[in-house]
C-alpha cells in the first residue's frame, strides 16, 4: 500500500493539455498494448497503470499454463514499456477502494479500464455449488500461483477421475496439467505447491464434455496435438463423434 499511497499524493494541482496524461487500470495484455500505443502515438504522454495485484502483466502471468513459456514470452515486451521514462507501474491499488473511478478522472486527462472479468459465470445446474466443483479460472489461478488461487487445494487424492465441461484450449491446459508427468512439470514456473498436489494426485482418467462432439470443439490443433503427445497417455474418441454434419461443413 505504500506505493498506492506515494501514487495518490503525487501532485497533479492542474490538468493541463500538455502533457497528455493516461491512466490505464489493468495491467494485463490488453492494459500495456494500450500503453504501447499510446506512448508511441502522443511523443509527450505519461502513462501511469494501476493494478490491484502487486505484480504486473495479468493472464500472462496468471492465465497462460506453465508448460507454454513461448506464449510468456510477451513479458519481454511488456517488461519494456513499463521500463520506458514516460510509463510507471503500481500494484497493490484497488479501484473502488484505494482510489475511485471519479478521482481517477481529476487527475488524469484519459483513463481506459483494461480489467477483465474476475467472477465466474454460474451455469444454473443442479451441483455446481457442491465441494469438489470449480471453476476453470480457480483452477488455473491455483496451479499458476496467482494470489487468490493458492487456498484452493482441490481434491486430487481421493478418486481417479476427473471431469471438465468445456472443450476449449483452457480446457484441455488443465487436463494436461492433471495428466503429464510432473517430472516435466517440473521444469516449469508452475506453483511449487500445486507440483506437490500434483506429484501426489490419484487423477489418471479425465473426461472432456461438451455439448456437442470432438469436430466442433473449440480448441486449437496446437493444444490437441500437446494432449495426443503425453507419454503413455490414450485418448479414446468414439468414431461415430468424427463424423461431419452438413452444418459442419459450412
Known amino acids: 500500500m505504500y506505493k498506492a499511497r506515494a501514487w495518490l ?5 492542474a490538468l493541463s493539455s500538455n502533457p497528455l496524461r493516461v491512466c490505464v487500470v489493468g495491467s494485463g495484455p490488453a492494459g500495456f498494448y494500450t500503453a504501447e500505443k499510446t506512448l508511441k502515438a502522443h511523443q509527450e504522454a505519461q502513462v ?9 502483466f495479468g493472464l500472462v ?7 507454454h513459456p513461448e506464449t510468456k514470452i510477451v513479458i519481454n515486451q511488456f517488461s519494456r514499456v513499463v521500463q520506458h521514462e514516460r510509463c510507471s507501474f ?3 491499488v484497488t479501484l473502488g477502494s484505494s482510489v475511485s473511478l471519479s478521482e481517477l478522472r481529476q487527475l488524469y486527462h484519459v483513463v481506459v479500464l483494461a480489467y477483465g472479468a474476475e467472477s465466474d459465470r454460474a451455469l444454473g445446474v443442479p451441483g455446481e455449488d457442491l465441494i469438489g466443483v470449480h471453476s476453470a479460472r480457480e483452477f488455473v489461478w491455483w496451479y499458476n500461483g496467482h494470489p487468490n488461487g493458492k487456498n484452493l487445494s482441490p481434491d486430487l487424492k481421493s478418486t481417479d477421475t476427473a471431469v471438465i465441461l468445456g472443450q476449449g484450449n483452457v480446457a484441455l491446459d488443465v ?17 511449487s505447491y500445486a507440483l506437490t ?33 503425453i507419454k503413455n497417455l490414450y485418448v ?11 452444418t459442419d461443413e459450412r
Open 9 to 13: 499524493s503525487r501532485s497533479f494541482t
Open 48 to 56: 501511469d497503470i494501476i493494478d490491484r495485484l502487486p505484480t504486473p
Open 61 to 67: 502471468r496468471s492465465g497462460v499454463a506453465p508448460d
Open 90 to 92: 503500481f500494484g497493490n
Open 175 to 191: 487436463a494436461r496439467i492433471l495428466l503429464r508427468p510432473t517430472e516435466e512439470l517440473a521444469t516449469t514456473d508452475i506453483a
Open 197 to 229: 498436489a500434483l506429484e501426489e494426485s490419484s487423477i489418471r482418467k479425465v473426461y472432456l464434455v461438451g455439448r456437442r462432439g470432438p469436430v466442433q470443439a473449440a480448441c486449437t490443433a496446437k493444444e490437441l496435438r500437446e494432449i495426443l503427445g
Open 236 to 246: 479414446h474418441i468414439r468414431e461415430d463423434d468424427l463424423i461431419k454434419s452438413p
